[in-house]
């Protein structure tokens, strides 16, 4: 993370300029749930979109696809969700609170530095109180489909999009005539009943995921697992992130989960410590073997090349869209001295800017607001853009720079004269002059090349 970018700057910033909202803050909030406010959903969308231009756009083995949030239940039986996606919970005998065993045990663990003085937390770390012993909890929101609530209604909110995309397996493969190596690709809502959510948007209860299920011959799976590695550490950098913040790292034997392989984690590193953005998992033929054997249809692949039916293994590459949105403003963030004044910037890449223009008139002068109306309105058609015509310019450039825009256009009263208007440009703060008509072409040049 940049070393001026702490949580509650973060969380500040995120409010006071309409990025994310606590949800249902005026009725006291509710615990995991946040909403993304008018440049939140801009940034929000800039992410998915750079993700799907990636992974879908510029290539020819991923289409895409986007499934329903609610599915039958079965599939949560076959995905092993129903039964083991379950995470052990302790509560205060006292303050009634309640926490994950795990995760006491790590934070104890942390501060004592091993873990067998951790293996016994019996006391509540808000007071001290005594623990019951740790239950399994379900981590699915449930809920019932159409009119009776019995068990036969029972339905569940997707906690991964992944199943969306295993059920469809055999209807994407047949509908496009693909050959594998094939992804499919789809950004969507997933929940979790955390017990304890936090760490502002990184661990929620409702959050977008973008996953890919990238159906490979089995033999080739470990070399295309390492391909997806490569390209998904490289997507961070290439949208600007630090280096000294991202890392790969590949799990211990003991922290893959029941299906996979093998699993690398890209990190990054959070003022509460290297936390994961993506993981990539090798899941094996584990999801295609147990749906065809839970819903009795063939989900094998034939492999013309050796006159084989095979059951392909499955590289997931599967990323959280709100802890990347984190850890992008998080590593944008950056403070300057600027003629003894404090300016806070976000140096967000171009592509995930929220705004990418702000026309801003020199003064609020009546002369300056018809030329600076029709500058934006030619910028609009183009890019995400504001009018802004409150307070000093200086004032407005550090509003600009706060959200990271990339590029302010001033009109000024030389542009009553000479039609033209300055960019200014956010990092370097440098400005030059063009003419209104060639202003599109000179906006172009530095948003999209
Ligand atoms: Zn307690």
């Excluded at 209604?153 to 059920?167: D, H, K, M, N, W």
């Excluded at 003022?271 to 839970?294: C, K, Q, V, Y």
């Excluded at 403003?329 to 171009?350: F, P, S």
């Excluded at 009546?366 to 500058?375: C, G, N, T």
Aim: hydrophobic fraction near 40%.
């Amino acid at each position: 993370m940049s070393t001026k970018a702490t949580v509650e700057k973060l969380v500040s910033l995120c409010k006071r300029r309409g990025l994310v909202f606590q949800s249902s803050e005026i009725y006291g909030g509710i615990g995991g749930f946040w909403d993304y406010g008018p440049l939140g959903v801009e940034l929000k969308n800039n992410i998915k979109q750079a993700w799907w231009k990636a992974v879908v756009q510029e290539r020819d083995d991923v289409v895409g696809q986007d499934a329903a949030i609610v599915m039958n239940p079965t599939v949560w039986r076959a995905s092993g969700h129903l039964d083991t996606f379950a995470d052990p919970m302790v509560d205060c005998k006292e303050c009634k609170k309640r926490f994950r065993a795990d995760a006491l045990v790590g934070e104890v663990a942390a501060s004592a530095h091993g873990h067998e003085a951790a293996a016994e937390v019996t006391r509540c770390p808000e007071c001290g109180g005594e623990l019951t012993e740790p239950r399994m909890f379900n981590l699915m929101f449930k809920t019932y489909v159409g009119a009776v609530e019995d068990d036969a209604s029972v339905a569940y909110l997707r906690p991964e999009t992944a199943q969306g995309i295993f059920v469809n397996f055999a209807n994407v493969l047949t509908a496009t005539r693909r050959k594998l190596p094939l992804g499919i690709a789809q950004i969507g809502k997933a929940f979790r009943n955390e017990i304890t959510p936090g760490n502002f948007i990184f661990r929620d209860r409702e959050f977008d995921q973008m996953e890919i299920e990238y159906f490979v011959k089995p033999g080739t799976d470990e070399q295309w697992h390492q391909h997806w590695v490569e390209e998904r550490y490289n997507w961070y950098l290439r949208l600007g992130m630090r280096k000294e913040n991202v890392r790969v790292r590949q799990l211990d034997r003991d922290e893959l989960a029941h299906y996979a392989k093998d699993t690398y984690e890209v990190e990054y590193l959070f003022p509460m410590g290297w936390s994961e953005l993506e993981g990539i998992a090798n899941r094996t033929d584990f999801d295609l073997r147990r749906h065809a054997e839970f819903s009795g249809r063939d989900l094998e692949y034939f492999d013309e090349e050796t006159g084989e039916h095979i059951v392909p293994f499955v590289i997931e590459p599967s990323a959280g869209v709100d802890r990347l949105f984190m850890a992008f403003l998080m590593d944008a963030y950056d403070e300057e001295e600027v003629r003894g004044e404090t300016r806070v910037i976000l140096r967000l890449h171009k592509d995930l800017a929220p705004i990418k223009v702000a026309v801003l008139p020199l003064s609020r002068q009546e002369k300056l607001v018809p030329p600076a109306r029709e500058v934006w309105a030619l910028v609009r058609k183009h890019w995400m853009s504001q009018y802004d015509d409150a307070q000093s310019i200086g004032r407005r450039y550090r509003r600009q720079d706060e959200v990271g825009t990339p590029l302010c256009v001033t009109v000024d009263f030389d542009t009553l004269e000479d039609q033209a208007v300055t960019i200014r440009e956010r990092d370097s703060m440098e400005q030059v002059r063009v003419p209104i008509a060639g202003l599109v072409a000179a906006l172009r040049e530095r948003l999209e090349e």
